[in-house]
């Protein structure tokens, strides 16, 4: 059975640190890009970040230099570090794998073939 399962999320304080975990069973990571997207009540789904089969990494503009996004192959798990959490990062976070190696257009969530059911994020004081 094909499976995404993110772990990890919570209720967090404005500044605090969560750590996003997606296992994957039943389909390999390793050569294929694997992404990171939320969704927030009442708004469009965006892409949060994203890290090719090479491991290159990208990250939209309202996360960079905040979140961390890696992967361990061998696990068949990637991780998404988030620090200085703030209320607008609140959100159901989804991980996904890309049908393709690299991230280029990394956003859209038509590139994507398996997705995770998500784990909600609340931060808040």
């Known amino acids: 059975q094909v499976q995404l399962v993110e772990s990890g999320g919570g209720l967090v304080q404005p500044g605090g640190s969560l750590r996003l975990s997606c296992a994957a069973s039943?389909?390999?990571?390793?050569?294929?890009?694997i992404g990171w997207f939320r969704q927030a009540p009442g708004k469009e789904r965006e892409g949060v970040s994203c890290?090719?089969?090479?491991?290159?990494?990208y990250y939209a503009d309202s996360v960079k230099g905040r979140f961390t996004i890696s992967r361990d192959n061998a696990k068949n798990t990637m991780y998404l570090q988030m620090n200085s959490l703030q209320p607008e990062d609140t959100a159901v976070y989804y991980c996904a794998r890309r049908k393709f190696r690299f991230c280029a257009g990394y956003m859209s969530g038509i590139t994507y073939d398996y997705w995770g059911r998500g784990t909600q994020v609340t931060v808040s004081s």
């Open positions: 890290i090719s089969s090479d491991s290159s990494r």
């Open positions: 039943g389909l390999s990571f390793d050569s294929y890009a």
